[in-house]
């Protein structure tokens, strides 16, 4: 599956921004969706992460309350509504997909596909 990350930009803190992800290539619907991000110097890490079916959801602690995943799978999209912005959320998003079960939808390991980050900017 190919993965196409948009919506990425700059904004002050308190902001909202909307990240989607576009999939083509595979049935879209059989893959759990994530969002990881990427600090300049520092790892990847895991944001959130929807089931296949969509009825289930993971955070990091970090954005709970405040990001929200969601998947149209009729258009073949996952997004990434993120509200409250601060300055620390600045990073390059990811989005990837996994065929592996839902036990640990944290995991980096457990995607195979990724797309090309988008860059969020928050300034302060």
């Known amino acids: 599956v190919q993965l196409q990350a948009s919506g990425g930009g700059l904004v002050q803190a308190g902001g909202s921004l909307k990240l989607s992800c576009a999939a083509s290539?595979?049935?879209?619907?059989?893959?759990?969706m994530a969002w990881f991000r990427q600090a300049p110097g520092k790892e990847r890490d895991f944001v959130a992460a929807?089931?296949?079916?969509?009825?289930?959801?993971s955070y990091a602690d970090s954005v709970k309350g405040r990001f929200t995943i969601s998947r149209d799978n009729a258009k073949n999209t996952v997004y990434l509504q993120m509200n409250s912005l601060k300055p620390e959320d600045t990073a390059a998003y990811f989005c990837?997909?996994?065929?592996?079960?839902?036990?640990?939808?944290?995991?980096?390991?457990?995607?195979?596909?990724w797309g090309q980050g988008t860059q969020v900017t928050v300034s302060s």
């Open positions: 929807i089931k296949w079916s969509g009825i289930s959801t």
């Open positions: 290539g595979r049935t879209f619907s059989v893959y759990n």
């Open positions: 990837a997909a996994s065929s592996s079960s839902w036990l640990r939808p944290g995991a980096i390991g457990s995607y195979y596909y």
